[in-house]
């Protein structure tokens, strides 16, 4: 089984709808974060969280919410879609307890298409 | 604003030839940078991380240096194979405390048999 899972791996959905995208782990990492990527802009952090009750927002944070439910479980929420937050999403987690702190460990990616 | 960029933005190779895929960023002041491969539909992989005190790691065929006065580093593939096809992205990470990484926007490498 994958270490970091998103659910769900695409989705299209409207202008104005409320979208959710999961992101589960089973590394035991604290760190967690969301990418989004475009082509020919690499990866841009949208919102990064080093423990479930600090939450950071990251380069391009506007239009977008998260919640850390718990050390596992990192939830990123676009609550009026509009069509140019169609991207790649990624979500990533990294140990800041091992010397491998600073290797981040990514999932699959969610593709969101918004009409 | 650190900017990175990664030239060129496509690549490709006959198998079996030595290649360079080359990073470039704007500040100097970086912790260290990672080289990530990218698949589709399987995120990216991290394949070698250069702390900022050092001038190279080596995984495999796989050889990555730094030169951070410069703002340039490269990742070198010895003998590709077609299984080596993928986006190779480039990351630093800079002095403060958030762990936030910036990425190039990638090569996409093409190994033909």
């Known amino acids: 089984d994958a270490d970091v899972t998103q659910t769900p791996r695409n989705r299209i959905t409207k202008t104005g709808k409320r979208i959710m995208l999961e992101c589960s782990q089973t590394k035991g990492h604290d760190r967690m974060y969301w990418y989004r990527q475009d082509p020919g802009l690499g990866l841009r952090l949208i919102y990064y969280?080093?423990?479930?009750?600090?939450?950071n927002k990251g380069e391009i944070s506007d239009g977008y919410s998260v919640s850390r439910q718990a050390q596992a479980k990192f939830s990123l929420s676009l609550e009026s879609a509009i069509p140019n937050q169609t991207a790649l999403y990624f979500c990533?987690?990294?140990?800041?307890?091992?010397?491998?702190?600073?290797?981040?460990?990514f999932g699959p990616g969610t593709r969101l298409t918004v009409l | 604003k650190q900017e990175v960029t990664q030239i060129p933005a496509a690549l490709s190779v006959p198998e079996g030839e030595n290649l360079v895929l080359n990073c470039s960023f704007t500040?100097?002041?970086?912790?260290?940078l990672q080289w990530f491969r990218q698949d589709p539909g399987k995120g990216l992989t991290s394949l070698l991380l250069?702390?900022?005190?050092?001038r190279e790691q080596t995984s495999g065929r796989l050889n990555a240096s730094l030169d951070k006065s410069s703002g340039r580093s490269t990742l070198y593939i010895a003998a590709s194979q077609p299984g080596d096809s993928a986006t190779y992205l480039c990351a630093v990470r800079g002095m403060d405390s958030s762990y936030k990484l910036i990425f190039g926007s990638g090569t996409r490498l093409l190994v033909r048999p």
């Open positions: 969280s080093f423990d479930v009750k600090d939450i």
């Open positions: 990533a987690t990294s140990d800041p307890k091992t010397a491998d702190t600073d290797t981040q460990y």
């Open positions: 250069i702390q900022s005190s050092q």
């Open positions: 500040d100097s002041a970086i912790y260290n």
